[in-house]
T-cell receptor
Framework: SQQGEEDPQALSIQEGENATMNCSYK?????LQWYRQNSGRGLVHLIL?????REKHSGRLRVTLDTSKKSSSLLITASRAADTASYFC???????????FGKGTTLSVSS | DGGITQSPKYLFRKEGQNVTLSCEQNLNHDAMYWYRQDPGQGLRLIYY???????QKGDIAEGYSVSREKKESFPLTVTSAQKNPTAFYLC????????????FGDGTRLSIL
């Protein structure tokens, strides 16, 4: 059962531009997480936002959460070529339950 | 350094053969997970274990089996009953407590000979 759906599926931008990815989900959540995956590698955790939080920042990353719309967005500011990767959102329903991942957004940043 | 080690990185399976993928963690995490990743499909949960000697099926457990005899280890066996095993397999673990992120290994790519 895939809960999160990222949009767009693919995104191509130039270095220095901002990249915005969106995630929609279907059921109530305890928290929502964003992960990054470089080609052929495992996932790396980027940021976790709790259901009672609306916005969170970490370096060049900004995540928002709108529980009324069941949606989240990940903004990467001043993108670099090294940001090229796939980005996944994942939701946790009740605390301690398994995460449900979306299909991901593939970001390409060209120099 | 603490982390999750998956081996082998590449694995080839002959028809009718069972193969076992290794996952070891030294993070002292209680919960461990196995995911399958196909192109364009994202991650799908195969099995997970929250404590030693206990595990639960995920969304696509058919054709797979696991064991959890030690806290550090959660091997996944892809049996001959899994007719389409070609995929990228990822192992993850999580620490105790709420709001814990998952830590991932670097995956095993399984192909059919």
């Amino acid at each position: 059962s895939q809960q999160g759906e990222e949009d767009p599926q693919a995104l191509s931008i130039q270095e220095g531009e901002n990249a915005t990815m969106n995630c929609s989900y279907k059921t109530s959540i305890n928290n929502l997480q964003w992960y990054r995956q470089n080609s052929g590698r495992g996932l790396v955790h980027l940021i976790l936002i709790r259901s009672n939080e609306r916005e969170k920042h970490s370096g060049r990353l900004r995540v928002t959460l709108d529980t009324s719309k069941k949606s989240s967005s990940l903004l990467i500011t001043a993108s670099r070529a090294a940001d090229t990767a796939s980005y996944f959102c994942a939701t946790e329903g009740q605390a301690g339950t398994a995460l449900i991942f979306g299909k991901g957004t593939t970001l390409s940043v060209s120099s | 350094d603490g982390g999750i080690t998956q081996s082998p990185k590449y694995l080839f399976r002959k028809e009718g053969q069972n193969v076992t993928l290794s996952c070891e963690q030294n993070l002292n995490h209680d919960a461990m997970y196995w995911y399958r990743q196909d192109p364009g499909q994202g991650l799908r949960l195969i099995y997970y274990s929250q404590i030693v000697n206990d595990f639960q099926k995920g969304d696509i457990a058919e054709g797979y089996s696991v064991s959890r005899e030690k806290k550090e280890s959660f091997p996944l066996t892809v049996t001959s009953a899994q007719k389409n095993p070609t995929a990228f397999y990822l192992c993850a673990s999580t620490g105790q407590g709420a709001y814990q992120p998952q830590h991932f290994g670097d995956g095993t790519r399984l192909s059919i000979l």
